[in-house]
C-alpha cells in the first residue's frame, strides 16, 4: 500500500497502471499517474473549512499570486454532486463528524484528479449506518468509472462492498476469489490460514469480588465542559467489562482519568479495597492496574528504543527490571525473551527497534507486557485495533485466559463483535454518560450500534 | 520531523561501524569544503593543514589543548543532559559565569582555609548554577514558558547580576583589570605533568570532567532515574502513560544541567586565572552547544568533539603566520558540526532501511518452521 502510494519503493516487481508500467518515488508521483490514498487516520486541519483543506498544496491560482477561490468552490461542488458526496464546502472541519471528514478526504482525492483510489481501513471509526453511507458513496464512485482499492480486517464489510478480494498474509498473495462465491468464515480461514478464531467468550468467570469500584466519576475540560459526566460501575475479577460508544464521548479521558493521567473533578476509585484516587500513575500501575493504550505509538512504546528497554517502560520500579535505583539488564532481557517466546512477538531478537515491528507484533508485546507482574486490573483500550487477524486471535487468548485467572479487564473498543464477544457485562456511553446496559448475550451490533449514537431506546 | 530532532540531538543509536562511519565521513567532508573555501581566498590548503596539525601535536600545544578540552567538555556535558530529554537548555553560558562570580567573590573572601575553601568554591559553583537553571525549569513547570526563551532571557540577566556583582562587592582594581579579590594561594587546584617534554602543567581538573563523563553514562544508561529522562525525551506522551512525572523530570533535569554547568567555570578559576575578571573566558555554554551537537551526546564522542574544538581554538592562530585569516577555522569547525549532522541523518535512514529488510527477511523465511504453527 506504502508502495502504490510512492511512500516506499519496492526491491523488485513492477506497477502498472492502465497496461503503462510506473515507477513512484513520491506520492506526487503517484498522485500524478491517478492514485489517490484516503488514509486511516485523517489528515485535515481542524480550524480550516472544508474548501481550504481541500485545495491545500494544490491552489488554484490567479493571476500568479492570488487564490482562486470561486474557481475552487465551484469544482468542489461539481465533484459533490457528481458522485453524491453532499459536502458543503463552507463549513470548518472541525464541525463535521467522523463520516463527513471522510467525505471530505475522499472528495480531496477526487479533486486532485484521482481515479484509483486507496482506501485504508475507512470503517474504522464508523458507526454502522455511517458505513452504509460510506458504501453508497463507493458504489456510485464505482458506476462513474473509479477504481477502490479497499483494505480492511473486517471481513463482512469486505464481502458487502467489493467485487473481487486478494487475500493477503505476511506480505504475500494467498488468494483471489469472488465474494459471491466465499463466506466470511472462509475468508478468514484463508487470512489466518487456520481455523477461524471468534471473540465468543465461554462459561462465566465473575467473581462477587470487586476489583475496581467507579464512583460518581466527573471530568472536565479546560473550558469546564464535562467529558466524562457522573460514571459509577464496579468490575469484578474475572469479569470484562465492555464499554461500547462512538469515538469522542468520553471513552480516551475516562481511561487517562483511570489511569491517573488526567485530574478528575469528582468521583471516588477504589482498587481492591483501597482508594486510589490520589495516587500518582506511576502508584496505579504498580499497585496492579494494566494498561494497553488505545494509540500504542504515542502512549504504548518507546518506537526507536529496542524491545527490551521497552519490556521496562511503565514497569520501571518493579522487578525483574530493576534492583533499586538501578536498571537491572539482565533480568529485563531475560524476561523480555519470555514475553516474546510466551506471545509469540515475531522478531529477529529484543534488540531491535520497535519501528521495524509490525503492528500485530507490537501489540503482542504490550500485551505480554501489561500482563507481567499479576496485574489486578487490565484496561484494554481498542486492544486489537490496526492489528492483522492472527495476532487478533492471539489477543482474544489471552485476554480470555487472564480473565478466568480471575483478572479484571475494563474493554474499550470500536469493534462491536470484539465488545460483544469478549464482555461479561456491556455499558453504553454517550456524551461521557452511561446510557444503556446491555445484556451482550442477546444483543446485535446494529442493536449496539443505534443504542450508541442515542438513535435507539431501550434496548 | 520530530524524528530529525531525536536524531539530531542523539537519542537514536547507531550500531556497529555505521556508529563511525558518519564521524568520519563528516570530518572528512569539512576538510573539503575548507579546502575548496582556501582555495578560493588563494591559499595553500595543504600547507594550512600541515602547519595546524604540525602545532597541533606539539608537548606544549598538546597539554594547552586538554585545558581548553576540559572546560568544553564540562559544557558539553551541561547541555547534553538537557538533550536527552528535549531540554534546549540554551541557558548554560548564563549559568557558568553568574556561577563563576559568585563562587570567586566567595573564593577569595577566604572565609574557609585551604582544601576546604576549594570545596567550598565548587560546591557554591554548582549550586547557583543549578539555581539559575532551576528557574527556567519552573517557570516552563508552572507557566509553560518555553526554555528556550528563558535561558536566553536569563543569560543577559546573567550578564547584568554579574557586572553589578563584580562592580559593586566582589571588585578589586587591579592596574586596568576590575576583578574579584584573587583566590588565595592554598585554595589552588594543583596541575598534573600529564604531558612529558613541556612544562606547562594540565589542569587539575580533567580528572573531574572524566569522573563527570562517567557519571553522566552511568546516570543515564544504568539508572532507573536515566531511563525516565530518556523516555521522556524519546517519548513524552509514552512517559506520561507509564507513571513518569514530566513535570518533576523538567525541574530536576534542568537542576542537573545547570548543577554541571557551575562547573564549567571551575578549571579557569581553581587552575588558571584564580579570579573572575573581565578575562574570564564567555561563550563556553554556546561552543558546548556545538560539541554536544558534534559528539551527539555520547560521552565519549563528545571528548572526541571537545579536543577537536579545542586543537582548532588553539592552532587558528599559527595560521596567520601563512597569512591565512585565522577565521577560517570557525569556517571549519561550521562546517564539521553540520556535516556531522548531515552524515548522521544519511547513515540513519541507511540503517532504517537495512533493518527493515533485516527483520522481513528473517521473518519471512521461517514460513514452515514450528513458531508459525504455533501462532496460528
Given at each position: 500500500m506504502k508502495i502504490l502510494y510512492g511512500m516506499q519503493r519496492p526491491d523488485e516487481g513492477e506497477i502498472r497502471v492502465n497496461g503503462k508500467p510506473v515507477g513512484f518515488h513520491t506520492p506526487a508521483d503517484a498522485i500524478g499517474a491517478g492514485i489517490g490514498m484516503v488514509h486511516q487516520h485523517f489528515m485535515l486541519a481542524?480550524?480550516?473549512?472544508v474548501l481550504e483543506n481541500v485545495v491545500l498544496g494544490s491552489e488554484p491560482r490567479r493571476g500568479g499570486l492570488a487564490l482562486d477561490f470561486a474557481a475552487a468552490r465551484k469544482k468542489i461542488r461539481e465533484i459533490s454532486d457528481a458522485y453524491g458526496l453532499g459536502v458543503r464546502p463552507d463549513v470548518p472541519v472541525e464541525d463535521l463528524g467522523v463520516g463527513d471528514r471522510q467525505r471530505v478526504e475522499i472528495l480531496k482525492v477526487l479533486y486532485r484528479g484521482a481515479r484509483i483510489l486507496i482506501l485504508d481501513e475507512p470503517t474504522a471509526v464508523l458507526v454502522p449506518h455511517e458505513v452504509d453511507e460510506l458504501f453508497d458513496n463507493l458504489r456510485g464512485l464505482v458506476r462513474e468509472g473509479l477504481t477502490i482499492l479497499f483494505i480492511s480486517h473486517k471481513l463482512d464489510e469486505v464481502l458487502r462492498v467489493a467485487d473481487e478480494i486478494t487475500v493477503i498474509r505476511r506480505g504475500t498473495t494467498v488468494a483471489t476469489v469472488n465474494p459471491k462465491d466465499v463466506t466470511s468464515r472462509k475468508l478468514a480461514e484463508l487470512m489466518v490460514g487456520s481455523e477461524l478464531p471468534s471473540p465468543e467468550t465461554r462459561e462465566s468467570t465473575v467473581t462477587d469480588v470487586v476489583a475496581l469500584s467507579v464512583r460518581d466519576l466527573t471530568v472536565r475540560t479546560g473550558d469546564g465542559r464535562p467529558v466524562v459526566d457522573d460514571v459509577s460501575f464496579d468490575i469484578h475479577k474475572g469479569e470484562v467489562l465492555g464499554i461500547a460508544g462512538v469515538e469522542g464521548n468520553g471513552q480516551a479521558e475516562l481511561v487517562e482519568a483511570i489511569m491517573g493521567m488526567r485530574p478528575c473533578e469528582a468521583g471516588a476509585l477504589t482498587l481492591g479495597g483501597a482508594d486510589i484516587s490520589q495516587w500518582s500513575t506511576l502508584k496505579r500501575r504498580a499497585g496492579g492496574i494494566g494498561y494497553i493504550p488505545e494509540d500504542r505509538h504515542r502512549h504504548g512504546l518507546l518506537l526507536e528504543s529496542p524491545l527490551w528497554e521497552n519490556r521496562i517502560l511503565g514497569h520501571q520500579t518493579r522487578r525483574p527490571n530493576v534492583k533499586g535505583p538501578w536498571i537491572d539488564r539482565a533480568g529485563a532481557r531475560a524476561d523480555t525473551r519470555r514475553i516474546v517466546e510466551e506471545y509469540d512477538v515475531r522478531t529477529p531478537g529484543i534488540d531491535v527497534d520497535a519501528a521495524t515491528l509490525s503492528g500485530g507484533n507490537q501489540q503482542k508485546l504490550i500485551v505480554g507486557r501489561e500482563m507481567s507482574?499479576?496485574?489486578?486490573l487490565l484496561i484494554a483500550?481498542?486492544?486489537?485495533?490496526?492489528?492483522d487477524i492472527g495476532a487478533q486471535a492471539a489477543i482474544w487468548d489471552h485476554l480470555r485466559t487472564a480473565r478466568a485467572a480471575g483478572l479484571a479487564v475494563l474493554l474499550i473498543s470500536a469493534d462491536l463483535d470484539e465488545l460483544i464477544g469478549l464482555s461479561d457485562t456491556l455499558k453504553v456511553i454517550l456524551r461521557g454518560r452511561i446510557v444503556a446496559d446491555v445484556d451482550p448475550a442477546n444483543v446485535t451490533p446494529e442493536q449496539l450500534g443505534s443504542a450508541m449514537t442515542g438513535a435507539g431506546e431501550g434496548v | 520531523m520530530n524524528g530529525f530532532v531525536d536524531r539530531l540531538l542523539g537519542r537514536v543509536r547507531l550500531g556497529g561501524w555505521l556508529a563511525v562511519a558518519a564521524p568520519v565521513i563528516a570530518v572528512a567532508f569539512a576538510v573539503l569544503i575548507t579546502s575548496v573555501v582556501l582555495l578560493i581566498a588563494g591559499s595553500d590548503p595543504v600547507g594550512a593543514f600541515t602547519t595546524l596539525a604540525e602545532y597541533g601535536t606539539q608537548p606544549r600545544s598538546m597539554a594547552m589543548i586538554l585545558n581548553t578540552g576540559v572546560m568544553y567538555y564540562i559544557s558539553a556535558l551541561a547541555v547534553a543532559v538537557g538533550f536527552r530529554m528535549n531540554l534546549f537548555n540554551i541557558g548554560v553560558d548564563g549559568q557558568y559565569r553568574l556561577a563563576a562570580v559568585v563562587a570567586a567573590g566567595l573564593g577569595g573572601a577566604a572565609v574557609v582555609p585551604g582544601v576546604l575553601n576549594i570545596v567550598l568554591v565548587i560546591v557554591v559553583a554548582v549550586v547557583v548554577g543549578a539555581l539559575w537553571a532551576a528557574i527556567a525549569g519552573l517557570l516552563r513547570v508552572y507557566r509553560g514558558v518555553s526554555e528556550v526563551i528563558s535561558t536566553i532571557m536569563l543569560n543577559a540577566i546573567a550578564t547584568g547580576l554579574g557586572s553589578w556583582l563584580v562592580s559593586e562587592h566582589f571588585g578589586v582594581l587591579t592596574g586596568n583589570d576590575l576583578g574579584t579579590r584573587p583566590i588565595p594561594d592554598d585554595a589552588h587546584m594543583p596541575g598534573i605533568p600529564l604531558i612529558a617534554g613541556t612544562p606547562v602543567l594540565v589542569n587539575g581538573f580533567i580528572v573531574v570532567a572524566v569522573l563527570l563523563g562517567i557519571a553522566y553514562w552511568v546516570v543515564l544508561n544504568r539508572t532507573r532515574f536515566g531511563f525516565e529522562l530518556r523516555a521522556t525525551g524519546k517519548s513524552e506522551s509514552a512517559a506520561v502513560a507509564s507513571g513518569v512525572s514530566v513535570k518533576k523530570m523538567i525541574v530536576v533535569t534542568m537542576v542537573m544541567s545547570g548543577a554541571v554547568a557551575g562547573l564549567i567555570g571551575m578549571p579557569e578559576l581553581l587552575?588558571?586565572?584564580y579570579k573572575y575578571s573581565n578575562n574570564f573566558p564567555a561563550g563556553l555554554g554556546f561552543t558546548g552547544i556545538a560539541i554536544a551537537l558534534l559528539g551527539r551526546n555520547n560521552p565519549v564522542g563528545m571528548a572526541v568533539g571537545a579536543l577537536l574544538w579545542s586543537f582548532l581554538d588553539n592552532s587558528s592562530n599559527q595560521l596567520q603566520l601563512l597569512?591565512?585569516?585565522?577565521?577560517i577555522v570557525q569556517i571549519m569547525q561550521g562546517v564539521v558540526v553540520l556535516s556531522v549532522i548531515i552524515a548522521y541523518e544519511l547513515v540513519h535512514r541507511y540503517r532504517i532501511v537495512a533493518e527493515q529488510r533485516r527483520v522481513s527477511r528473517e521473518l519471512a523465511a521461517?514460513?514452515?518452521?514450528p513458531k508459525a504453527e504455533a501462532a496460528a
Open positions: 481542524d480550524n480550516l473549512t507482574g499479576d496485574p489486578v483500550s481498542h486492544p486489537t485495533r490496526g492489528v | 587552575g588558571a586565572s597569512d591565512i585569516s585565522k577565521e521461517p514460513q514452515e518452521a
